[in-house]
Structure formats: structure tokens, C-alpha cells
């Protein structure tokens, strides 16, 4: 069985999410993609609605970064 069937066989809700790593000095601890675009917005002045929360969430599933 090659990488694509066991991906389409496997449900998202069992997926592993994605891991970046960078290095200690970036980061302090584990965070995910959506909360850091979501700080990152925040910090130059853009406020968080509903939708924003919602994709900040299915983005953290997606992607983690860690260190």
C-alpha cells in the first residue's frame, strides 16, 4: 500500500498534524499555525471575529510548530 492509499483510507479526525520545527531561540514553546497568524494579525491591529476563530482552530489541527 504506497503513501496515498493509506491517507485516503485513514479519517481526518485520526490525522496526525503536520510539525514544523524552528529553532529554540524563535520560539519557547509548541504553538499552532492559526494561533500564530492570529497573534500575528492582533499585533498590527486587526480584531478576531467568529470566522477568524474558527480557521485559527481547523489551522492549529493542521500545522504545529514546535521546537
Same mark, same amino acid.
Given at each position: 500500500?504506497? @503513501? !496515498?492509499?493509506? +491517507? ?5 479526525? +485520526? ?8 529553532? *529554540?531561540?524563535? %520560539? =519557547? =514553546? +509548541?504553538?499552532? /499555525?492559526? !494561533?500564530? %497568524?492570529? @497573534?500575528?494579525?492582533?499585533?498590527? *491591529? %486587526? @480584531?478576531?471575529?467568529? *470566522?477568524? +476563530?474558527?480557521?485559527? =482552530?481547523? /489551522? ?8
Amino acid at each position: 500500500m504506497n @503513501k !496515498d492509499q493509506s +491517507e485516503a483510507e485513514t479519517p481526518r479526525a +485520526e490525522r496526525q498534524s503536520h510539525r514544523v520545527r524552528l529553532p *529554540g531561540f524563535l %520560539i =519557547e =514553546e +509548541e504553538i499552532g /499555525l492559526g !494561533d500564530l %497568524i492570529k @497573534k500575528t494579525t492582533y499585533a498590527i *491591529g %486587526i @480584531k478576531p471575529c467568529s *470566522g477568524c +476563530e474558527r480557521r485559527a =482552530e481547523a /489551522l492549529n489541527r493542521w500545522m504545529r510548530i514546535t521546537r
